[in-house]
């Protein structure tokens, strides 16, 4: 019988094109994957892939091969599931994945809290947006932002939680010296490349400088404190930072729906369930903060 976890390796190699990427993937050695790659085609009596100075390219023999392990990795997958769904122990790990700016200017004193409550379950916490594959255990609960819930995968299970809000923001300082009459440059500070944003005729203030631009958000945050210009944030993080303000004359803007999802067999897990419960609760009172209305300000 072909064994699984050499499967495993060919798969890795043929999607990441190289054994390097595939060695990155899974978290091993060079020379560990070529070892399990000869092993499955000494296995199976055939090569399962050319080396070309590109990368590694598949042969006939691995094209047919590819199929029957995709078809192993589903089925793998749905039995790792179906056997997790049936845990109900309060011991073990918990895997989630959230925006970043979720999990450090909100729900980390939870997650604390959660985890205090019960020191038997292993948190794994991945601060990302990026689409994760629930049906292959990549995360067991994803916390996601949804501007329609219609494109929601239909194999998923999901608790709908409050509305965000975002806001356009400044540095307190920075107002009061414009106000002050106290003249320098004011930017925007935006985190794309799409030019303009659709709210910089919005409010009072108007920029006198070239745009700010940056890729991460955190130093969007930073560039807003120390006073660089203007940005959009999300209320929850703008609201609460002592060091801003809302833009005056701006409106409160969209942001999606936050969502608990997890896959249909997951969510009968103890653990799923505690940490979905335990999390709705707290996102339930924090409603008005991430709706833009727990203050008003100038």
Not at 249 to 274: A, P, S
């Amino acid at each position: 019988m072909t064994d699984w976890d050499d499967v495993r390796y060919f798969l890795a190699v043929a999607r990441g094109g190289s054994v390097r990427a595939a060695a990155g993937h899974l978290g091993v050695n060079h020379s560990t994957v070529l070892r399990r790659i000869a092993q499955l085609e000494k296995h199976l009596g055939t090569h399962t892939f050319e080396k070309l100075p590109a990368g590694y390219r598949l042969t006939a023999a691995g094209e047919e091969i590819l199929e029957f392990a995709n078809q192993m990795e589903t089925s793998s997958h749905q039995l790792e599931t179906r056997v997790f769904g049936r845990d109900q122990s309060v011991r073990g790990l918990l895997r989630i994945t959230l925006p970043p700016f979720l999990a450090t200017h909100l729900l980390m004193p939870d997650l604390a809290d959660f985890a205090r409550m019960h020191p038997d379950i292993e948190l794994e916490i991945v601060p990302t947006g990026a689409v994760a594959n629930l049906t292959n255990r990549e995360a067991d609960v994803a916390i996601r932002i949804v501007l329609n819930r219609e494109k929601l995968p239909p194999n998923l299970h999901g608790l709908i939680g409050p509305t965000l809000s975002s806001g356009i923001y400044m540095s307190h300082d920075r107002l009061t010296s414009w106000r002050a009459g106290v003249p320098g440059p004011i930017r925007w500070i935006v985190i794309n490349n799409d030019g303009l944003p659709g709210w910089v005729h919005e409010g009072e203030v108007r920029t006198t400088g070239a745009l700010f631009r940056t890729p991460d958000a955190e130093t969007q945050i930073v560039a807003a404190r120390q006073g660089i210009g203007m940005t959009k944030l999300p209320c929850f993080v703008g609201d609460a930072d002592p060091l801003l303000v809302r833009v005056p004359g701006t409106d409160l803007h969209g942001h999606g729906t936050l969502w608990l999802l997890m896959q249909g067999e997951t969510r009968r897990t103890k653990r799923v369930r505690l940490f979905t419960e335990f999390v709705s609760r707290r996102l339930a009172a924090y409603t008005p903060l991430l709706a833009g209305l727990s203050i008003s300000r100038d």
